[in-house]
């Protein structure tokens, strides 16, 4: 039998009946691949039943139940646990400790957990095990790659938690479309979350994550499923980050933090001594800013390296902080602060990895650039919380407070907030707490000395 062919984008699922290099709905390039065309099977004369409808009110008594993973970090992204009944995605770069973390997780759930691997053997998964000290009677490990016969196996075994790694590797033996594409994906997902209603168990699945930073078919699935987690983190450092794309049962603004070790993930419980462990004493161009990542505070060093620039454009580079921003708040320097930037290269750095989108850390980053530009140190008891509008003006930001806290706790003596920043604060007598209005008068404070 000849199979028609159609077009398909990883990305965000759109079909074409010819090969395009751009997405016209997501507009991402070379994200078509070849698929078939699903036979339609022929019509079935149904028989229609008399459908069951529901109050809402009377569904109250069957509150929410959740399965803690009893790893405090990713119950919290997770908003309290694993939902019976949901589906949870989690994507990533390969290599980056997905398997590691279900497999820390399945050791920690109180519950009948299967294990179900397309990637790995069973002998490998034992290594993996040994090497993260998973030892449980509760694990049951299942190879395999057809949907069909991990439905039947969780139809048989009734786990409460089931672990699909990965969803690119299972497949419905009656497609025809192989393995991985976005028909497969797609269809293995939404009979997945049939399952976990039916049985009312939670299915954690682990997704690749293409080079574009994207689950494969991630618009498809973000859909279907209940929670989109990341798990992310740079090559070059030991910690990741589990952030919340989408929770239909909690917030998106928590983020869990691990440090990489060899016997597996373990869990930062106090982040900002981690960030700001390598930070050297006395340099020009860094300073300490107090972010918020969901509900914590986050005190991290904010670098910034301003060199002449001697041919043409000059450069900018952000790690961590978003390019646009950069070119705003230094924009601002150069006309509110006198500053002349434009002729220098700019390089500005999150130290320890982190990606941080908080107008929050403005305040320090525009004073690391000029710190870094005029050559003067600014001391390493400051913290600068603030943002920075496009008058220079320095503006309130919310949770004042926990910043300020957060900064004491860490020894930090003098804290430069907005000048109308709200919120009764309990100081110690050694803490100077500075306000300022506008950039120009927090530069001639903190680069005085
Ligand atoms: N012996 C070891 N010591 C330290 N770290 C290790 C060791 N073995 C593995 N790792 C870490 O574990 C990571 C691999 O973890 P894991 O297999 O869970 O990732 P993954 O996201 O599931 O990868 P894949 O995409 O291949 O499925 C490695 O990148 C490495 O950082
Ligand atoms: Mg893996």
Known sequence: MKHKIKYVCSNCGFESLKWLGKCPTCDNWNTFTEEFVEEKKKAQKRKFVEPELAKISSQMNELETRIKTNIEEFDRVLGGGLVTGSVVLIGGDPGIGKSTLVLQAAQKISKDVMYVTGEESVNQINIRARRLGVNSEKISVMTETDLDLIINAIEKYNPQVVIIDSIQTTYKPDLDNTAGTVTQIRECTSELMQTAKKKDCAILIVGHVTKEGMIAGPKVLEHIVDTVLQFEGERNYSYRILRAQKN???????????????????????????????????????????????????????????????????QRVATGFDYRRLSILLAVLEKRASLRLSSQNV??????????????????????????????????????????????????????????????????????????????????????LITTENIKETLNIVLRN
């Open 248 to 314: 239909r049962f909690g917030s998106t603004n928590e983020i869990g933090i691990f440090e990489m070790r060899e016997d597996g993930l373990h869990e930062v419980v106090n982040p900002s001594i981690i960030f700001l462990s390598e930070r050297d004493k006395q340099i020009t161009g860094s300073v300490v800013t107090a972010s918020i990542e969901g509900t914590r505070p986050i005190l991290l060093e904010v670098q910034a390296l301003v060199t002449p620039s001697s041919y043409g454009n000059p």
């Open 347 to 432: 390089f500005l750095n999150m130290a320890g990895g982190l990606r941080i989108d908080e107008p929050a850390v403005d305040l320090a980053v525009c004073c690391a650039i000029a710190s870094s530009f005029s050559d003067k140190i600014i001391k390493n008891d400051f913290v600068l919380i603030g943002e920075v509008g496009l008058g220079g003006e320095v503006r309130n930001v919310s949770h004042i407070e926990k910043r300020i806290q957060e900064a004491i706790k860490l020894g930090f003596k003098k804290i430069v907030i907005p000048k109308n920043s709200s919120g009764n604060f309990k100081l110690q007598n050694a803490i100077e």
